[in-house]
C-alpha cells in the first residue's frame, strides 16, 4: 500500500472547503426556511428507525426511500407517509436517487460493504451523507470516504451517537483532572449473548431482492439466508463480526477519551469457541493495543447471558448499568482515580483509591440520538464539521480492523501510520484493501 499524504486532513478544522469541481451542487444555497431534502439507502434494521426519525423532525422531508429488497416497499412507505404527511419515492437502484438534484442528503444504512462505494459516490454527486457505523468494510476504503468528503466539500456524520452525548464530553474533561491521575490502561467491553444462526444451505434469492445490487462491492457468492438480512455481520466478505458491528461504539468513545490516532502495536486472540453454526467470526475475542504509555484491551463474549447491554428502560433514567454484568462498558484506569463508563446513556461513576464511588454523572440515551441527526442537519446548512466527522470514527474503525486482521493472521502487528497498514508485513497488508466486482469498484483516485 502507498504512502499517502495525509497531513491536509489533519489540518483541516472548522469549515468543510467547498468542491472545486465545476457543476457539483452545493446546500449552501439553500435558504434558512426551506427542508432539507433527504433519502434513504437501506430500510431494513437500522436504516428503518433512521428514516423515520428524519421524517420526524419539521426541517426534514425524506423524499426516497432506497431498497434492494422491494418487498418492504408497501410497509416502509406507508411508516414514512403516517409520519411526515408525504409518501417517498421507492427505488432500488441509488444511482437513480443520487441523479436527482433536488436530493441534499444520503442516509446510509446500508450492510457495511455497502457504505464506502454509497458514501463516496453520494459525495461525487454533491450530497451530504449520515452513513452508519463502521466507516466500512476495510481500512483502505474507509480513508478514500476521508478523502471523498474533503475533496467534494461535503459533511460527511457517522452514526455514533455517543459523541452527541454531553456525559461523554463531561467524562473527557473529568479524567483530565487532576483528581483522576494519569491514564495508562483501558479496558473496553462488548459481550453480550447474541445466540446461534444455525446452518442453511445456499438457495436463490426471493422474488423482489436485487441480489446483485445488494452484494454490490463483495465478492460474487451464491445467496443463502444465513448471509443476507442482519446475519451478514458474521462472514468477512460483508463486515467483521461484533467488535466492527457493535463494539465499534465503544471503542470509538475510547480512542476519543485517550485523545490517540494510532496504536504502534497490535495483536489478538480468541476464536469460534462456542457456536457450531455458519458464522466466520470469533465468538470469543480479545485484542491488546500498545501505545506509548498506555495499552488498551478489547474483550469479547457473545455466548454469555449475564453480560448485557444497559436496558433501554433505564438509558434516560438517573440509573446505573450494574457495572459488572455491564457488557457495553469501558474502564478508564488513572493513577489516582478509576472510572467506569456505559456507552449510549449509560452514565459514568468514579472510584478514589479506596474503591469510594466519588462521583456519578448520569447520561441520556434518547436526546443525544435525535441530537446527532439535528447536529448533522445543522452542519448541513451551516458547513461546520459535525460531532462524528468520518475522519474521527474512521480512526476508531481502525483499530476494530486492526483486531480483526491481528487476529486472522495470529500475529503481533506493527501499524505504519503513514499508511495506515502494517511495517514489513505482506499477510497482514492483504487486509487492507480487497478486490471489487465491477461496477461496484471503490476508486482509487475519489
Known sequence: MKPMNRREFFSRTGKVAVAASAGVFSINALGANEKVIAASMGMLGRGRYLGEWFAQRDDVELAYICDVDSRIFKDRSKLIEDTQGKAPKCVQNIKEVLDDKDVDVIINATPDHWHALGTIWACQAGKDVYVEKPTSHNIWESRKMVEAARKYGRIVQVGAQNRSAPYCYKAFDYIRSEAFGSVHFVRVINSKERGPIGKKPDGEPPAGVDYDMWLGPAPNRPFNP???????????????????NDGVHQMDIARWLIDKDYPKFVTSGGGKIFFDDDQECPDTHSVIYDYDGLTMVFEEVLWAPYMRKTPMEIRDLD??????????????YGSKQFMMLGRHGGGWEVFDADGKSVNVTHGEFTDANHGHIGNFIDCVRSRELPNADIEKV?????????????????????????????????????????SYREPYVVPEQV
Open 226 to 244: 444465513n448471509r443476507f438480512h442482519y446475519n451478514w455481520h458474521w462472514f468477512w466478505d460483508f463486515s467483521g463480526g461484533d467488535i466492527i
Open 319 to 332: 440509573t446505573l448499568p450494574n457495572w459488572p454484568f455491564s457488557g457495553t462498558r469501558i474502564e478508564i
Open 394 to 434: 474512521h480512526l476508531s474503525t481502525l483499530l476494530c480492523h486492526y483486531g480483526n486482521i491481528a487476529y486472522r493472521t495470529g500475529r503481533r502487528l506493527q501499524i505504519d501510520p503513514a499508511t495506515e497498514g502494517f511495517v514489513n508485513d505482506d499477510d497482514a497488508n492483504r487486509y487492507v484493501k480487497r
